[in-house]
């Protein structure tokens, strides 16, 4: 028997060992996608000092696992091997629910997650007892269940989403009042003034509110702190600003990045000091729990059946050890998981002051949202008086760009705005960590971000919309986060319950099994990335430099529409619909980028200089012929799909002889054009544009051929329909090919060197 529940403490050590990892690749961008957004300071400067962080948060957050043993429910109303059961479903669940949000690409929070599977899995276990009661009954559910401290956290996690979203606005707002975007031209007093807020702000949460749990923080200088508040913050405030003021004058240090450095510190403390609780809170609750019957089972021979938990109501520390331990592992996973450092794109891009191409679709609640905000502004500016909008205004212009420095190179978003998300944000959680509440760092992070953006008049008319619908798919992603958590755990804690030691090896199995398949997954995906196959934007800024600079695209349209084309009619030939089903794939992905690439014209346009037109021109009627190129293949593959995935019948064996021969003829164009740009041998395209009759008439044969058989023999209308829209396809497909060559034949020039913006000087 005792040997049953130390093989549940080893599967739970495990769990939290793995939870830890996958939690911390997932929440990475809480405390990174400020320092990196803003390009303030170098990666590996931003990575060392949030490890530092991450190491002092995980040693201060020992009283936030008391959420774990007793936040929830009420651990004296169950018996030790029902609170194991609950542990177990609980770290069980969280394994393989967040295994199902990666595969399907949700949004998720491990708080969340935590908070509603503890209490799925609690409630479960409580209606199984009040039913093996006669004298209980479903009203009696709140005597199991800590209805208060449960609804505490469930709101606080709930509103922390609004109120982070509405401070990040305030403050961004009054700071670009303060400072505008051109803050680098005030006066050193305005930043040191900024930095003094910031650093008070974020020293009195961190070190007095949310350190103050920490065993090495003195007790006598957090009574002072508490019981005179204001002298604390006047007194941190004149110092920290006359400190500042010091250093940018004497120094010439940029202020503005201090704050983000100290600021990437100070989100990073409070991320794991509230956050570690989700990886670990359980596993430490149920190793106090075997420790208490333990002790009575040596002593008394208790049986687990008979030993109730009014033990986790105390108040236990964690051992220093484990927590030290938890941040080694975070600190570890923090440096070398591939995914935590490619997790900062959606938080970054939503809250980029440029546009960029949006990564969620606009829906009927985000466009009324934006339409009624709108009016709302309309309305409020006509209240307004004119001379507060004209200062307002002068204060929110943004600087002109240096059209030498490519977008990419551009950060994010500046050095203020970086600062405010990594203030607001970090003293947020520090005082739910220091009221013991559990929040979502990723929501709060999240919609401080969006919050800050907002005011700083980022979300203009293009980007509005997308925007609102990107907040509303996280808000969205919190509701079904805690609503799957709350049913998976209430099943798999029957499970376990009613299945005994047989459940809980099958599941823990289980868990085992996805977990190393998500991980082969992750890195052969990793391996597949192949950066040659994905379109590269053009920087260019003359003809001949376009020409060179897009030849790769071209190479790679042709590559994959070769490729996209070939199974297509392979599909067809032997009715497989999974090969048909990858190709549409394939080919929507392709049409996307192309799609992208179209998107940046106009900031391709907005790099050249006016002897440039010819540039534009070009590049214009390229991305055209891209696109004509990839509608065909888009219908042929959309087409071939639909016609087998409706299990028509089949093609006849001559048309899909006369198909291949037709796919053959491509292969060939193809196979010469991908040679001759790859080469950059622009002088063999007018050879490949001779056969442009001869590939024309093959194409024009083959139909006249199904004219004739649908005259005397064909049958069937589909497979008619099918065949005229492939071969009629063809022809624009190559039609296009042909138009786009000639384009490249026209405008090449090999005694022009191709010129390219030079930007060696800037770095």
């Not at 990892?21 to 300071?41: E, H």
């Not at 379109?535 to 030849?551: N, P």
């Not at 070009?618 to 888009?634: K, R």
């Not at 296009?736 to 000087?761: C, F, G, K, R, W």
């Amino acid at each position: 028997m005792e040997n049953l529940y130390l093989y549940m403490l080893a599967a739970l050590a495990f769990l939290a060992i793995a939870d830890l990892v996958v939690g911390v690749s997932n929440d990475a961008v809480n405390f990174l996608n400020s320092a990196i957004g803003s390009k303030a300071v170098s990666f590996k400067t931003i990575m060392i000092v949030a490890s530092i962080g991450v190491a002092v948060g995980a040693m201060t957050s020992s009283g936030m696992m008391e959420v774990a043993r007793k936040g929830i429910f009420n651990p004296g109303e169950f018996m030790f091997d029902e609170i194991m059961v609950i542990f177990m479903a609980v770290m069980l669940t969280d394994i393989l629910l967040l295994d199902f949000f990666n595969t399907l690409g949700l949004p998720t929070s491990t708080t969340v997650s935590i908070v509603f599977e503890l209490l799925g899995a609690s409630v479960a276990l409580s209606v199984i007892k009040i039913y093996g009661d006669a004298n209980q009954t479903l009203l009696d559910l709140g005597n199991y269940i800590n209805n208060s401290k449960a609804i505490e956290i469930i709101l606080g996690i709930l509103l922390s989403v609004v109120v982070a979203f509405t401070i990040g606005a305030i403050v961004q707002y009054l700071s670009r009042i303060l400072l505008s975007f051109k803050f680098q031209e005030k006066p050193a007093w305005y930043g040191a003034i900024f930095s003094g807020i910031a650093l008070s702000a974020i020293m009195y949460f961190i070190l007095i509110k949310g350190l103050k749990n920490a065993t090495f923080i003195s007790s006598d200088i957090l009574e002072f702190a508490n019981t005179n508040l204001y002298a604390t913050l006047g007194i941190s405030f004149i110092f920290w600003t006359l400190l500042s003021l010091a250093i940018t004058v004497l120094l010439k240090v940029n202020i503005y990045k201090l704050i983000i450095i100290v600021g990437t510190f100070a989100l990073a403390v409070a991320f794991a000091g509230n956050d570690l609780v989700n990886f670990i809170g359980v596993p430490i609750a149920a190793f106090n729990s075997y420790e208490s019957w333990h002790e009575a089972y040596l002593a008394f021979g208790t049986l687990p059946s008979e030993f109730g938990m009014q033990s986790l109501a105390q108040k236990v520390p964690t051992q220093p050890y484990l927590l030290l331990l938890a941040g080694v592992v975070m600190v570890l996973t923090l440096w070398f998981s591939s995914k935590a450092k490619a997790v900062v794109k959606t938080s970054v891009d939503l809250s980029r002051q440029d546009e960029v191409k949006e990564r969620f679709e606009p829906n009927f609640l985000s466009r009324t949202i934006v339409r009624y905000t709108i009016e709302l502004s309309k309305s409020i500016n006509h209240i307004l008086p004119d001379s507060y909008k004209k200062t307002t205004d002068k204060q929110f212009t943004k600087p002109e760009k240096d059209p030498l420095i490519k977008a990419a190179d551009l950060p994010a978003f500046d050095l203020v705005r970086a600062a405010v998300n990594l203030m607001v944000a970090s003293v947020l959680i520090s005082i739910a960590t220091s009221m013991k509440l559990p929040l979502s760092t990723t929501y709060v992070t999240f919609m401080v971000a969006m919050g800050t953006s907002l005011a700083d008049r980022a979300w203009g008319s293009e980007s509005a919309v997308y925007r609102v619908a990107g907040v509303l798919n996280v808000i969205g992603g919190w509701f079904f986060t805690a609503f799957s958590a709350f049913v998976a755990a209430f099943i798999m804690a029957c499970v376990l319950y009613y299945g005994g030691g047989f459940a809980l090896m099958g599941l823990f199995i289980l868990a085992i099994v996805l977990l190393t398949r998500n991980y082969i997954t992750h890195k052969n995906k990793a391996k597949k990335i192949d950066i040659e196959d994905e379109l590269e934007r053009t920087e260019s800024s003359s003809v001949q430099g376009v020409i060179h600079e897009s030849a790769k695209n071209i190479s790679n349209v042709v590559k994959r529409g070769n490729r996209i084309y070939t199974n297509a009619i392979s599909g067809l030939a032997k009715q497989d619909l999974l090969e048909l089903k990858k190709n549409k794939k394939q080919v929507a992905k392709l049409s996307a980028e192309v799609d992208d690439l179209r998107d940046n014209i106009f900031y391709f346009i907005k790099n050249l200089d006016e002897s440039s037109v010819g540039a534009s021109n070009f590049y214009i009627n390229i991305l055209g012929y891209l696109q004509d190129m990839t509608q065909s293949l888009e219908y042929i593959s959309k087409a071939s799909h639909k016609h087998i995935n409706n299990n028509h019948k089949k093609l006849k064996f001559s048309q899909i002889k006369e198909l291949k021969e037709v796919d053959d003829v491509l292969e060939v164009l193809f196979t010469d054009i991908k040679s001759a740009f790859d080469s950059r041998s622009f002088e063999q395209i007018g050879t490949i544009l001779t056969q442009r009759n001869t590939n024309f008439d093959l194409v024009t044969s083959k139909i006249a051929k199904q004219v004739e058989r649908t005259r005397t023999e064909e049958s069937s209308p589909k497979n008619t329909t099918l065949y005229f829209g492939l071969l009629l396809e063809t022809k624009d497909l190559i039609n296009a090919t042909m138009n786009l060559l000639q384009e490249y034949h026209n405008s090449h020039d090999s005694s022009v060197e191709p010129a390219t913006i030079n930007t060696e000087e800037e770095e």
